[in-house]
């Protein structure tokens, strides 16, 4: 159980693209996902927290006019990254934490984003 | 806000020995702490987890205990196998909030 899965998961885009990741709960309903960024040999940085129904939280210092958190149904939340540059080649990742469950996170496989 | 500081930052074993893990948190409020396993290029895997209510919990290789006093928790990973070799991240939340992580431990089992 506790399953995430995560599209696409590798994706190369051109600059001033941009490119949309979808983060689903298979097995649960999840009202509270997570957006995390990690750069190579890095720790999880949480960009922002998406609650079905409501807009996103961000954290200081993510623009929330370039990723864009939509979290529509209790099993699925997007983040778009909107015209990509190179500096936001990096990997991301994407929580889930069960409706009415305890606090647990279960992280989805990853998105690896290579920007030209 | 929270702040984890994680110790040490690579860590070289023999099979078969044990393996320890330091964590540090700075915000009282905390109670809920899990330890999670990153392959590389892989997601991160919950491995073992532990409340404020315990000051210890085990599971087969795997321990963890938790000082709430001292604001520090450790990971204790016993008969090391070359597939432990992984990324560790401690984390901590008050719970039913966001997770903050430490920088994570390599840890590197030789045959």
């Known amino acids: 159980g506790a399953v995430v899965s995560q599209h696409p998961s590798r994706v190369i885009c051109k600059s001033g693209t941009s490119v949309k990741i979808e983060c689903r709960s298979l097995?649960?309903?999840?009202?509270?996902m997570f957006w995390y960024r990690q750069f190579p040999k890095q720790s999880l940085m949480l960009m922002a927290t998406?609650?079905?129904?409501?807009?996103?939280?961000?954290e200081q210092g993510v623009e929330k006019d370039k990723f864009l958190i939509n979290h529509a149904s209790l099993t699925l939340s997007t983040l778009t990254v909107t015209s990509a540059h190179p500096e936001d080649s990096s990997f991301y990742i994407c929580?889930?934490?069960?409706?009415?469950?305890?606090?647990?996170?279960?992280f989805g496989p990853g998105t690896r984003l290579t920007v030209l | 806000g929270e702040n984890v500081e994680q110790h040490p930052s690579t860590l070289s074993v023999q099979e078969g020995d044990s393996a320890v893990i330091k964590c540090t948190y700075s915000?009282?409020?905390?109670?809920?702490f899990p330890w999670y396993k990153q392959e590389l290029g892989k997601r991160p895997q919950l491995i073992i987890d532990?409340?404020?209510?315990?000051g210890e919990k085990k599971d087969q290789r795997i321990a963890v205990t938790l000082n709430k006093t001292a604001k520090h928790f450790s990971l204790h990973i016993t008969e090391t196998q070359p597939e432990d070799s992984a990324v560790y991240f401690c984390?901590?939340?008050?719970?039913?909030?966001?997770?903050?992580f430490g920088k994570g431990t390599m840890l590197l089992v030789s045959p």
């Open positions: 929580s889930a934490r069960a409706a009415g469950g305890p606090d647990t996170q279960y």
């Open positions: 097995d649960f309903q999840a009202t509270t």
């Open positions: 998406s609650n079905e129904g409501s807009k996103a939280t961000y």
């Open positions: 915000d009282s409020a905390s109670n809920y």
């Open positions: 532990i409340r404020s209510n315990v």
């Open positions: 984390a901590a939340s008050p719970g039913y909030s966001t997770l903050t």
